[in-house]
Nanobody, 124 residues
Framework: QVQLVESGGGLVQAGGSLRLSCAAS????????MAWFRQASGNEREFVAA????????YYADSVKGRFTIDRDNAKNMVYLQMNSLKPEDTAVYYC?????????????????WGQGTQVTVSS
């Protein structure tokens, strides 16, 4: 069992930055691929970024590539999402997810555990 708690969301102007954090419980954090998804109002949940178990590989949605960076600290059971050059279309609830899949190209159906989400609002 893994419990995930996100933090760091908020209101920011377009062009600004935010850093989301996700704290995970349990002693097997490094067993999981970690990912961020987001869900805008009225839309389906979509993949944002994922990182392999020991951080050697990352994968991004085309919409955030070059602006967002995912990283993790297995010693602290933490995963982060640095978001730069934010756009109004990045506005959504952002969710941290853990998956036992080997591949980092995961879909929301392949996430085994979810956090409660944190709201990110980007004003124009």
């Amino acid at each position: 069992q893994v419990q995930l708690v996100e933090s760091g969301g908020g209101l920011v102007q377009a062009g600004g930055s935010l850093r989301l954090s996700c704290a995970a419980s349990g002693r097997t954090f490094s067993s999981y691929v970690m990912a961020w998804f987001r869900q805008a109002s009225g839309n389906e949940r979509e993949f944002v970024a994922a990182i392999s178990r020991y951080g050697g590989s990352t994968y991004y949605a085309d919409s955030v590539k070059g602006r967002f960076t995912i990283d993790r600290d297995n010693a602290k059971n933490m995963v982060y999402l640095q978001m730069n050059s934010l756009k109004p279309e990045d506005t959504a609830v952002y969710y941290c997810a853990a998956s036992i899949e080997v591949s980092i190209r995961i879909s929301s159906n392949e996430a085994n555990y979810w956090g409660q989400g944190t709201q990110v609002t980007v004003s124009s």
